[in-house]
């Protein structure tokens, strides 16, 4: 049974490019695949900051936790284990002031534990422990990062691809939206190019 876990992370609510796009996949992946299809919504609910709490609590013995501690390492907890259950992830993201947002930023804050979900090789390099799932990240941004003068700009694709990496998650494949924001002819041949994109990962996910 294959286990999805849809997480999306645009404050933008019902206009967001990224939330719909990374639904379509998700609940196409469901009808194609079976199994169940978990949502994680950073944006209606998302995660705070992190805290010294946090901090200190995550890498201190569980029975010598504060219970301010033992809350914040619990939900931390939560998303770890979420993501560990996971076969696929698919992961949406709006670019805001050219990265992501930060309810994502504050997401990636709380799987990314020292000793838990990566750590370090005799060689010196990290190791991520996610390992073995698929992901399917879909960005979004209102200008075109992909090529031309903004490409130095995208604080967004790679940053993700590199924070998944870190963690163990490198099979990735990216799904774009961008240039929505030309007008509303450009609008929806960004928009026509992604659907297409989105057909082509659910045939061959099929
Ligand atoms: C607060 C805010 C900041 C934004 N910052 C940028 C930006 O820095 N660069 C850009 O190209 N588009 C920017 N945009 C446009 C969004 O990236 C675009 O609307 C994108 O579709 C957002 O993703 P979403 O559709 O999943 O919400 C911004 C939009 C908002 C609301």
Redesign the pocket.
């Known amino acids: 049974m294959t286990s999805i876990l849809l997480v999306t992370s ?3 609510g019902a ?5 719909r796009f990374a639904a379509e996949i998700a609940e196409g992946l469901k009808a194609r695949l079976g199994g169940v299809l978990l949502t994680r919504d950073l944006a209606t609910n998302p995660p705070p900051h992190i805290t010294e709490a946090y901090i200190h609590g995550r890498v201190t013995p569980p029975e010598a936790r504060t219970p301010e501690q033992v809350k914040a390492v619990a939900l931390a907890q939560q998303l770890v284990d979420e993501v560990k259950a996971a076969d696929v992830i698919v992961l ?7 990265g992501p947002s930060s309810q994502l930023k504050a997401w990636f804050d709380h799987i990314t534990w020292p000793g838990v979900t990566f750590g370090y090789g005799e060689d010196g390099r990290p190791r991520g422990t996610l390992t073995g799932k698929k992901v399917y990240l879909v960005t ?4 075109v ?1 992909s090529e031309g003068d ?1 490409a130095p700009f995208d604080f967004q694709t790679g940053n993700l691809r590199h924070l998944l990496g870190f963690i163990g998650l490198t099979d990735i494949e990216i799904i774009q ?1 961008e240039g ?2 030309f007008g509303p002819e450009a609008a929806k041949a960004a928009i026509a190019a992604t659907e297409a994109q989105v057909r082509s990962v659910l045939e061959k996910a099929a």
């Open positions: 645009s404050p933008r206009e967001s490019l990224s939330t949406g993201s709006g670019m805001i002031n050219f979004a941004a209102g200008g990062f903004w939206v929505t924001v």
